[in-house]
């Protein structure tokens, strides 16, 4: 992992067995506009890689994907301590890094799981979450915009 720079851990997907599945992961090809900025590292902690996934990865030269390595929780515990933030749909990394008081924007479904309760933007689970909902049903383009205008703003002087 490179020392320098900003370093967001990504995780888009979560089990494909979840039954919901289908409403909280996202393609990867969505996080497009996210990735495109250059100046920051980003840490693929996604484990398991979907169809496609493997042939985005290659072509973003500042997505280091360690995921696959990662054995367990410890491993990803171990990885989440060296970066300064973690985006990730709602998966046990997203609460592993809430866990370890790691920054962590969630993005989440319209109807999201009961847990991250309705209209806020915070969580009482872990202080350090941000949520990103989707304002309707199947929007990622607007929640990763958002986002990605978030990060931009972090990296301002």
Known sequence: MPADGFKVGLVWSGSPTHKNDHNRSIALGK?????????IQFISLQRDLRDGDQKILRA???????????QDFADTAAVISLLDLVIAVDTGVAHLAGALGKPVWLLLPFIAE??????CDDSPWYPAARLFRQPKADDWES???RVRDEVAALQKP
């Open 143 to 145: 929640v990763v915009a």
């Open 60 to 70: 973003l030269p500042n997505v280091q994907a360690l995921g696959p390595g990662l």
């Open 114 to 119: 009961w847990r991250w309760l309705e209209g």
């Open 31 to 39: 996080l497009a506009p996210l990735l495109g900025d250059e100046k």
